[in-house]
């Protein structure tokens, strides 16, 4: 029987790490599992996969093939990961946005590099690969969505993530932000039929999902039949929507009804020109405040993303944005440092100027500075990034923002756990990266 390893490496995502015991704050990803899901039942293979965030990789182990899917954030581990099961005998396999972005870098480390959509790629692969005639590269923007075979939620680890239950029903995003990697992989948008969304979500064990969607409403007509559709199986789900969905309570009323009970909104800075500047200019600070009361009226949980380091951004952006997000009722405030991914318009701006710091895709995550800001300097940044965590999730301030009658012992969790997430970023030894590729 052939052996089948599929691993995500460790991108030092929040996570509690008690001993051994170790639970990520995120969703379970959904990469692993259809990867698993994938596999042609035909060839009778042993699948096994690891998280590498929440488990150890078992190296001491013997596998027919190895797949490994990587963000730039954790490229440099994933051909770390390949070239020592390469050196132990495995075929290995390499896919992920970042082989999307940049596939060459990555053809000296893996048998076979993947781009594009796996639905029809990695049968292909695999079949390929039993016969002896595995390609060193598949390739594809094709993608069918219909009647996909449901992840294998039984390989993943148990008690590993605190929202156990992902579904996506739309891929990709027709939005234009700078600094995402969605709009600069050219394969579209393309949604599931709502019908097959319906099933896989009433199959679900338990009574709580999420949605991975980066932009679950970008069809709005679609999205309402979805939400019809979903109130009928009473689940409590969450999602990612854009603020946009301040303009319109009625599917937002509809959102509620069908069960959501949780949001996280990309707010990203509280200047008006920032957001214009990162192509955002739907995002107007002017409007936070209704759009926040609009949740809450609704007992909507609403984790809201700011991010640091846009060219307008000064040092005292920091103190106005946790001002702001006490004022706001954030529910679970979460801060990213602008980050220029390969391939995307920050990117190529700030190469375009010389601002790049360096090349060392560890620190390409959104917690650590990798440029030179237009208004600060990166010890500035990066300084001011750990303040304003450190300030929002200490005790006075969550207490400012939590109410007691809207789910506060899930609120109390997330925001603990981010207080324990800012000891992890000041004992952090390398913050700024000044080893090899600096500029």
Known sequence: ???????LPDAHIHRLKIGRFKISFREAPLTLTT???????????????????????????????????????TANRAYAIADQFSNLGSTVVLGGVH?????????????????????????????????GVLKKEYKSDRVCLENLPVPRRDLQKKFGYMMPN?????????????????????????????????????ALNGKRFTFNDVNLLDNREYAISLFKKMKPLKKKWG????????????????????????????????????TTQINKGFNDPNKYAALMQMMHARNIIVQG?????????GPGIFERTVNMVNELKIDIPRYAIYTPYPKTA???????????????????????????????TPEELDKGFRWAYKKTFGLSSITKRLSFKRSFPVLLAGNLAYRMYCNRLDNDTSRLFTGQNVK
């Not at 029987?1 to 691993?7: P, R, T």
């Not at 027709?174 to 019908?195: I, K, L, N, Q």
């Open 239 to 274: 999602g990612l929507v854009s603020t946009r969905i301040g303009q319109d309570e009625e599917m937002l009323d509809l959102m509620s009804e069908s069960g959501c009970i949780y949001l996280l909104i990309g707010f990203e800075s509280v200047l008006r020109t920032a």
């Open 346 to 376: 920050a990117f190529r701006k700030l190469m375009s100027q010389d601002r790049l710091l360096h090349f060392n895709w560890d620190h390409y995550d959104t917690q650590h500075v990798v440029f030179r800001p237009a208004q600060m």
């Open 1 to 7: 029987m052939v052996k089948i390893l599929l691993v």
């Open 99 to 131: 082989l999307s972005l940049i596939p060459e870098e990555a053809r000296e480390h893996a048998h076979s590099v993947v781009i594009g959509f796996a639905e029809e790629l990695w049968p292909q692969l695999l079949r390929d690969f039993v016969h």
């Open 166 to 202: 992902t579904v996506f029903a739309t891929r990709g995003c027709r939005g234009a932000c700078d600094f995402c990697t969605v709009p600069s992989v050219p394969f579209g948008w393309h949604m599931r039929p709502v019908d097959n969304v319906i099933d896989e979500i009433a």
């Open 305 to 313: 993303c700011f991010i640091f380091g846009c060219d307008d951004d």
């Open 35 to 73: 990867l698993a899901a994938l596999v042609p039942p035909e060839l009778n293979m042993d699948v096994k996969i690891i998280d590498e965030s929440i488990e150890d990789i078992p190296f001491n182990e013997s596998f027919d093939l190895v797949g490994i899917s990587c963000l730039t954030g």
